[in-house]
Each structure stands twice: as C-alpha cells, then as structure tokens.
C-alpha cells in the first residue's frame, strides 16, 4: 500500500511543499508540489491554508523543518553509550550552556560517534519558538509526523550517499540566513546559522545600478551583474570571512587538523552561480551544487518543468526522511512523548489520590508525637551555635545564619592567606601579572579582560586582534618558568565582529 508524505520547506518569503509516494519497497515518487509567495498570502498562517486546501495534499503526513538560527546547538560527550541514559543526563549537561531555563526548551539530540563514551550533538530551541510553528500546521488540520532543524534531512541524504569525504561542508543559502553543515571523513559534526543570504546579493545589486529591488531580482537570477561585480565581490568576501573564522575557532577547540576539501551548494540563494565561483576562488577548493532528484534518482509522476533543484531540495529531503536510523532530529517526539493523557489513567490517579490522603494522615499523627520534643531540642542547638559563633568572631553583632556566616569567615581568611604566601609558593600575584607584560609584546594589541584565582591556577579572560595572535600569547605564557601548562579553553568573536575574545586556563608550576 503507498503512503503520501508532505515536505514543508519554510522560507522568509516562500513556502516549499513537495508531496511523495512511498510504495511498499520504500520507492519514492514525486507526485505533487509546489511553491508558495507568503507575501501575496498575507501571512504565514494564509499561506499554509492555500497549500492544505488543495485536495491533493489534503490528508498528508507533513515533515516540517524549524530555521537553524532558532536554535542552540552543542557537542557534549558522556561516559557511557546507553540512550536511555544520555536523555536522562543530558538536560543537566545542556543547562550551564544556554541562555535559558530548560524546562523551556526542547531538546532533541544523536550520537556523532561511540567507543567507551558517546560525542553528543544536542540542539535547544525554546518551546514558544517550535510550538508556534507546529501549532499553526496543526490548525491547518495536518498530521504532523516529525520536526527536523533546517538543512539536516538533506545532510543525512549526502551522508547516506557517501558524498562528504575529507573535509566538507554543505551551505544552504536562504533569502536572509545561511546555514552550514560541516562533515569531517564523511561523518557529521558541527552546524552554524550565518546572516547573508541571496537578498545581500540582490539589495548590493539594487544598491549599486540605482534599480528597484524587483529588477534587481530578475538580473540576479539570469546571472546579469555586470557593473555591479566587485561590490558582489566584496560581499561574499565578507561572509566568507565570517565562514573561516568558524573554522578556524573549531580549529583551535581541536576539533580538527585538515583543510577544507570541498563544498556544496544548496537554497534558493544559491540561485546566482556568483557565489559558486566566489567561494571557489576564496577557499580553493571544488564547489558544485546538490541535485537531490539526481543523487538519489527520484522519479517524477508529471512534469518537472519549473522545477528547480537548488530552491526544492530542502522540502524533497523533509518529504523522503527516513523515520528511524537516519541522522537527524525529531522535536515533534521531544515535544509529545512524555505528555500522558488524564483520561487515560483517571482510575489510577483516583486511587493514588485516596491511597495517598490514608498516608498522609497516619503520618501527621507520628509527627505530632515528636514536634514538640524536637522543637525543644532544636531550640537549645540553636543557642549553643549561637554562643560559639559569637567567641569566634566577637566582631560581628548581627548573627543571621551563623553557620553560613562563619564558612564566609574561613573562605576570606583562606583566600588571604593564600595572597600572602604567593602563587604556589613561588611568587606573588603582582609577579605573575608583571611576568605576563614583560612576556608579551605592545604589538600584540593584547588586553586582560578578567583574572581570577584559586590557588593552583589561573583564569584569565583577554581580547585581542585575531585568532592566530590568541595562539601566539599562548605560546608566549607557556614558555614562563612560573606555568606549568597554558591552554584555550574558548574562543569566539566579539559582538563588534572585529576583535577575538578568549579564555585561557594556566596552570601554576610547583615550586621544588
């Protein structure tokens, strides 16, 4: 028996649905789609409607995927490889990380590899954000079947094909945001959300001939630049540039030694073949671009005229998800498996409740007998603290928590004594700050952000010009009789997008 399945490719200005026919052998056939302008909808809501009200899609299971830039994403690696436990401890591992309470968020997560412990790639992405996507195809009267991150069904095709080899990276270039996969020996291991899309290309293009932004659009699409190349130019420029710095950040976080090796190019962005032979040139490596219907050889049940590959491979890859096995996320199972329904155990809980009143009634009984006791005993505790607290440290008058107090006491006279007898007991922490200036030159362009310690190391927060100087202070501390070990442990760039900021933890060398 053949099942109809929807691919719902969402856009900044356009919705994408491909519909296909999966037989009984797991064949696919590409029976039906088409391409939706949301501003000529209204809304995003109408633009749906205009899509479910045909008959030919109506009744479908619909694959959605949510935009990459929605989303938090982190690598994680556990000490054991049970499934069952990585969904249980990976919520605590994620908190610290993001930017927001995780009964939230929605977690979703696969294993990249596993020998004794398992590398984690997580993605977080707020409730509100995936539940009002979801429920508007839901009150379109669709059945939702699963919700991917945006660019992830077509990276698990080319990894299912065996495509990405050496160092490769898949670019999915919308109108406003790009994303990109990267692969690492044909496996996955990192994805990043960028802000320049085939919209940069158009208002450049616009911008410099004085056009409007329609005409623009058409020449952009014909490859018509012509007076307009090198501000093109210097636009790709600009965002491959963004793209080497997140290399070079993963670079120094050790995630991998070797150059890139190729590219891929996908999204209606990648419309002008510009940004192909710009990307080519900037990292000199081969840049081709995905032909999903071609890769996988998808038949058509009509005709394929206006179809264009590079703008329906996102809602084909959703459309032929594998369900189970594939590389990938589901948030629709993240967001409904653990919801249980009242009805189904009214019974249960009516007992429970009645069971639990029994309980709590005994148990008053046996506390009442002890209160009054304890309360005394408690009492008399308190007193005797009290006058301890108070011979200790006779200065203070007002005692709140004594307990706390006197552990608040203990740190200060800790940290103090540590102060006075010096870093590891080889110098001072006026040495150590006078050995790092002597060590590093003005050039550098070098400025100490934070500095804390905490008896055997140091962390120091800095900022500087670039990544490679980053590594040349490094390199610099690490030489210094009074460290034993210096080391990155982040990197990133500043808001501004011109400056390097970094955290560096140095470990002090034992004095002998």
């Known amino acids: 028996m053949s099942k109809k399945i929807l691919g719902l490719d969402i856009g900044k200005d356009t919705a994408k649905v491909v519909q296909v026919t999966r037989s009984f052998k797991k064949e696919y056939r590409i029976t039906g789609w088409d391409v939706v302008d949301l501003r000529q909808s209204g809304s995003l809501y109408q633009g749906l409607q205009r899509i479910f009200v045909d008959p030919?899609?109506?009744?479908?299971?619909?694959?959605?995927?949510?935009?990459?830039?929605?989303?938090?994403?982190?690598?994680?690696?556990?000490?054991?490889?049970?499934?069952?436990?990585?969904?249980?401890?990976?919520?605590?591992?994620?908190?610290?990380?993001?930017?927001?309470?995780?009964d939230d968020a929605l977690i979703d997560f696969f294993v990249v590899s596993q020998t004794a412990e398992s590398?984690?790639?997580?993605?977080?992405?707020?409730?509100?954000?995936?539940?009002?996507?979801?429920?508007?195809?839901?009150?379109?009267?669709?059945?939702?079947?699963?919700?991917?991150?945006?660019?992830?069904?077509?990276?698990?095709?080319?990894?299912?094909?065996?495509?990405?080899?050496?160092?490769?990276?898949l670019l999915d270039i919308g109108a406003r945001d790009s994303v990109g996969v990267f692969f690492r020996n044909g496996k996955f291991f990192q994805i990043r959300s960028y802000a320049f899309g085939g919209d940069t290309i158009t208002e450049t293009l616009a911008?410099?001939?004085?056009?409007?932004?329609?005409?623009?659009?058409?020449?952009?699409?014909?490859?018509?630049?012509?007076?307009?190349?090198?501000?093109?130019?210097?636009?790709?420029?600009?965002?491959?540039?963004?793209?080497?710095?997140?290399?070079?950040?993963?670079?120094?976080?050790?995630?991998?030694?070797?150059?890139?090796?190729?590219?891929?190019?996908?999204?209606?962005?990648?419309?002008c073949s510009r940004i192909q032979e710009e990307m080519g040139r900037y990292f000199n490596v081969p840049v081709d671009f995905v032909d999903l219907v071609s890769m996988e050889n998808i038949p058509f049940a009509g005709e394929r005229d206006r179809w264009n590959p590079l703008l329906m491979n996102e809602a084909l890859a959703l459309a032929i998800r594998q369900p189970r096995g594939a590389v990938g996320f589901n948030f629709r199972r993240t967001a409904f498996t653990f919801k249980l329904s009242f009805m189904e155990f009214k019974k249960e809980f009516k007992w429970a409740a009645i069971g639990a009143c029994i309980l709590f009634a005994l148990a008053t009984v046996d506390v009442g007998v002890d209160f009054f006791a304890d309360r005394t005993r408690l009492?008399?505790?308190?007193?005797?603290?009290?006058?301890?607290?108070?011979?200790?440290?006779?200065?203070?008058?007002?005692?709140?928590?004594?307990?706390?107090?006197?552990?608040t006491k203990l740190t200060e006279i800790k940290k103090f004594a540590a102060l006075a007898r010096g870093l590891g007991g080889q110098a001072s922490v006026l040495t150590v700050l006078r050995n790092i200036s002597e060590r590093l030159s003005v050039s550098y362009n070098f400025q100490i952000l934070g500095f804390?310690?905490?008896?055997?190391?140091?962390?120091?927060?800095?900022?500087?010009?670039?990544?490679?100087?980053?590594?040349?202070?490094?390199?610099?501390?690490g030489s210094s009789e009074f460290f034993r070990d210096v080391a990155i442990s982040s990197s990133n760039l500043s808001r501004g997008g011109n400056r390097v900021e970094f955290e560096m933890k140095i470990t002090l060398a034992k004095k002998t």
Do not use: W, Y
């Open 56 to 102: 030919a899609f109506r009744g479908n299971e619909v694959i959605l995927s949510l935009p990459a830039k929605s989303f938090f994403f982190r690598n994680v690696r556990l000490p054991f490889q049970d499934k069952g436990k990585i969904s249980q401890t990976l919520p605590f591992e994620i908190e610290p990380l993001i930017p927001h309470p995780i």
């Open 119 to 169: 590398d984690i790639f997580a993605a977080v992405i707020p409730k509100s954000v995936a539940n009002e996507r979801m429920e508007l195809i839901s009150a379109s009267d669709a059945s939702l079947s699963a919700v991917d991150v945006e660019a992830m069904p077509l990276a698990a095709r080319l990894v299912k094909s065996g495509i990405p080899t050496g160092f490769h990276i």
């Open 207 to 271: 911008e410099t001939l004085k056009i409007p932004i329609s005409d623009a659009e058409t020449r952009k699409r014909r490859g018509e630049l012509r007076g307009a190349e090198k501000e093109i130019s210097q636009g790709c420029e600009r965002f491959f540039g963004e793209l080497k710095n997140t290399l070079q950040s993963l670079k120094m976080l050790g995630n991998f030694e070797e150059e890139m090796t190729r590219a891929s190019l996908t999204g209606g962005g990648a419309l």
């Open 379 to 407: 009492e008399n505790i308190k007193k005797d603290i009290n006058n301890l607290f108070r011979q200790c440290c006779p200065e203070v008058t007002n005692i709140v928590d004594p307990a706390s107090q006197m552990k």
């Open 452 to 477: 804390s310690f905490d008896g055997d190391m140091i962390s120091l927060r800095g900022e500087t010009d670039n990544f490679e100087t980053a590594d040349r202070i490094k390199k610099e501390l």
